[in-house]
Each structure stands twice: as C-alpha cells, then as structure tokens.
C-alpha cells in the first residue's frame, strides 16, 4: 500500500461547481499535512496547511480525519484558474523529517 | 529574494555521460532536498540534507550523489546517466514550518 494516496482524477468541472478530493495516509502516526498546488510544466507550490480543526482560506477548505486517516480539500465556485494538479503530503511522526508527495489529482475547470 | 534557482533548465545526456544539475537559495533554509519526479509516481524524493556538510538518502539514491558544502548550495551528480533518470529534477528547501519552496526544475533526457 501506498504511504499517501490520491484519486489521480482527471476530474473535469464546470465553472463555479463545487469539488472535493480525498487523499489517504498509511502511517497512523503522521503528524502535518499540506495540499501543494501543481500548474503544468510547474513546480509544486504550497497551497494550505492542514490543521486538525479544518481550515478554510477563501474558497478553499481542507479536513483532517485522524480516525480514518484521511485529509480532504473542497473547492468552491470553482475558477478556470484553479485548473491545476493538487498534491497531498504528509510529514511522518516522531523523528522522520520526510515530506511523502501524492501522485496528484488533476483538476481541470471547463468554461 | 530569488528563492530556490535551479540551471539547467533542459538538458540533454547521452548513456553514461555524467553532469551535476545546480540547486542554490536564499532562504538561510538548513533542510534541502532533490526529487525527481515521474508520470503517475509522484515526486520521489532522492537525498537530502538538514544542513551543510549532512547528507543522506531519500527513496531513490541509486545513481546519484549530493554534497553540502554551504547552507545556499546543494548540487546533484548524476555519475554515469542512463535512460531510467529520465526524468523532471526538483529542488526544495523548507524550514521548520514544514512548508517546502520549489525551484522551477530541470528537465533531464537521457538518450
């Protein structure tokens, strides 16, 4: 099993739809989660932290299930903008100083 | 502030050729690290380093060696290319928050 996965997608939405991803983690100790964003032929760039309470920032939302071991992130009023691939990471517990990436889910917001 | 500055930006090799990709920044960040980065794979993650003069392996070693001389450097040779290293190089610093800065890449064929 994967240490962090993700539904790879592609997952095509209209303009001001509402999405969500899930990402799943294996290692019951892990401490910190992200969403990274990836544009095309880009480097990943830090989208939100994931905190335990659940965070927004603007339109986006991201969930922490510590009993089921999965983070989420929703997207709302979807913006052609937000067409990227998101990546999941996730810091393991204790000493391990390792950030683990998901494959990505593709996102594509059509017009 | 440049952040993270990764040259080449594309290179070409030929089997067995060797080559060092470059990795600086500005950051005064201690952790650095080099992923690479494959269709469907996700980023994997090939050695880092928490400050100058530390190093180790990540997930994908094999192939590759790494230095620290400074706090702002951190190059990776490839020692003898082969076509399996075909691939998209990332560098990343972070620092203790955990929030990972990218360079933009280097995109390695290996004929």
């Known amino acids: 099993r994967k240490e962090v996965e993700q539904d790879p997608g592609p997952f095509n939405v209209p303009e001001g739809a509402t999405v969500a991803f899930n990402c799943t983690y294996s290692n019951s100790a892990s401490q910190s989660f992200f969403w990274y964003r990836q544009d095309c032929r880009k480097e990943p760039k830090l989208l939100m932290s994931v905190y335990s309470s659940g965070n927004e920032d603007g339109r986006f939302t991201a969930q922490l299930n510590r009993a089921s071991q999965y983070i989420s992130l929703l997207i709302r009023d979807s913006k052609l903008s937000d067409s990227a691939t998101y990546l999941c990471v996730v810091k393991g517990g204790g000493s391990a100083r390792q950030l683990t990436f998901g494959s990505g889910t593709q996102l594509t917001v059509l017009p | 502030n440049a952040g993270v500055t990764q040259t080449p930006k594309f290179q070409v090799l030929k089997t067995g050729q060797s080559m060092t990709l470059q990795c600086a920044q500005d950051m005064n960040h201690e952790y650095m690290s080099w992923y690479r980065q494959d269709p469907g794979m996700g980023l994997r993650l090939i050695h880092y380093?928490?400050?100058?003069?530390?190093?180790d392996q990540g997930e994908v070693p094999n192939g590759y060696n790494v230095s620290r001389s400074t706090t702002e450097d951190f190059p990776l040779r490839l020692l003898s290319a082969a076509p399996s290293q075909t691939s998209v190089y990332f560098c990343?610093?972070?620092?203790?928050?955990?929030?990972?800065?990218f360079g933009p890449g280097t995109r390695l064929t290996v004929t």
């Open positions: 990343a610093s972070r620092d203790t928050s955990y929030e990972q800065y």
């Open positions: 380093s928490v400050g100058a003069g530390i190093t």
